[in-house]
């Protein structure tokens, strides 16, 4: 059974042991502090499982803070591409109002790692 590694009201980590994936999965929109623990505890379990590949459930996804996106480019980004996950994929409605912030993500990622979009779980497992 997969157990969420880091769960608060903002969001989730669960390593999906079966698929060798970290899932983050947003539930609203957080900041700052509640923003980033959210996103090193996924960093964390990316570090511990060799190859496993990130996942992240964007539907409940948000607009980030200017300083949170400063960070994730220039702090969380880099760390993860020194982990050995190749596949980034997000998971997001087919119509977004987010859209304009996850492409903005997606080219960051894309520096990196490979980058698709889906609309479910089972179609990110099935990119990768």
């Known amino acids: 059974m997969n157990q969420p590694i880091y769960d608060t009201q903002y969001g989730n980590v669960t390593y999906m042991q079966e698929d060798n994936v970290v899932l983050l999965t947003w539930k609203k929109k957080c900041s700052f502090d509640d923003y980033r623990n959210v996103t090193l505890a996924a960093l964390e379990t990316l570090q511990k499982h060799e190859n496993s590949n990130f996942v992240v459930d964007a539907r409940n996804g948000f607009e980030d803070e200017k300083e949170d996106v ?9 760390a993860m591409s020194k982990t050995d996950c190749k596949s980034v994929i997000f998971i997001m409605e087919v119509v977004n109002e987010i859209e304009e912030e996850m492409d903005m993500w997606t080219k960051e990622f894309k520096k990196y790692f490979t980058v698709d979009k889906v609309t479910s779980y089972r179609d990110a497992i099935d990119k990768l």
């Open 70 to 78: 400063e960070w994730g480019f220039s702090v969380l980004l880099p």
